[in-house]
């Protein structure tokens, strides 16, 4: 059982508001010099830059106040790379079973959305458009979702409170706005959809408490990226029997999957169970209730957006953010006068 530290854990979070409100004052800035002049390029460029600065930003922030190195950031390796991105198929094969029900669901509206995406393969053979599709969609998936948001949600936002608090805690905190704050980045997307991001959130989150490995996490969000796109875009192909069918192959293979990798799938539960068991039903409620509020603080400020003129608004990013981190600072200090 993890005692609260009441001081210890406002300063932390007061310090995730003021870093992840950083990353919204540079999302802004650097989103809107890259994307209009840049087109497609600037918006890789975009996410790649913001993956990097989150990285910069977490490091400095983490090295002053706790002593923390790249390797507590989860920039290191569990086992080797290789092992590491096996083992992340491996987390991602076991959570695919509960994903199924969901693509059956939304694969008419998700083939849609890959339809416009990738209009410009419906004029090649379907194996060289399928190929097109595997190398588009590894590049695509790791530039804009893995490599960003794993720095953030895992690296960060999880190993800061599982590190400082209490794992639980740093689970619930880093899967709540993880998952459902795709209610506010894609307003397009329908209540379903947004469910749909659990299972992957929780695969996710259980990985990195495993493996304290930024690539182990990496490696699952970025195969589920790509494998999720296959029965869709076989549907918006018009091959309809072919696109259902796939989600039930790729069933069939990941049953395979797990089965070969019974020293995988055993330590994942072994960790998963500690997580919860070292814990204790507190701190999985606190880290619950936390992780709306961290939700709700950070996706309300970046709906402001919308809501102010953008000098204001960032004004107001400035000061919230230096507010945070300043008395995030000063707590500490006094955290160790006591």
Known sequence: MYPVKKLKLLSLILESFGVFTLFIIFSIYVDAFLSKTLGFVGVMLFWLSYGFFGAVVAYIIRRLKGGWTWRDLGFK?????????????VIFALCYFI?????IIFIPSVSKQISQQLGFLQQMSLPVALLAVTGIGLIIGFITGAFHEEIRYRGYLQGLFS??????????VSLIPFSLGHYFSHPEWTLMQILN????????????????????VMSIHTIANLLLVYAPYLYSRGYIQSSYAVIFLLGVFFIIICILSKNEVKELLIKSKELFTKSGLKMSILGILFGFVFLFVIDGLRLLKHQMDQTAYILLLVVFSVFCLGLSFLKRNKIAQN
Do not use: M, N
């Not at 390796?77 to 198929?89: A, V």
């Not at 994903?99 to 693509?103: E, R, Y």
């Not at 299972?199 to 690539?215: E, K, M, N, V």
């Open 197 to 216: 991001t659990l299972p992957l959130g929780i695969a996710i989150c259980l990985g990195y408490y495993a493996s304290r490995s930024l690539l182990v």
């Open 77 to 89: 390796i569990h086992r080797s790379w290789k092992k590491d991105i096996w083992y992340g198929f």
């Open 99 to 103: 994903t199924i029900p969901f693509q």
């Open 163 to 172: 590190k400082e608090i209490a794992p639980a805690f740093g689970f619930f």
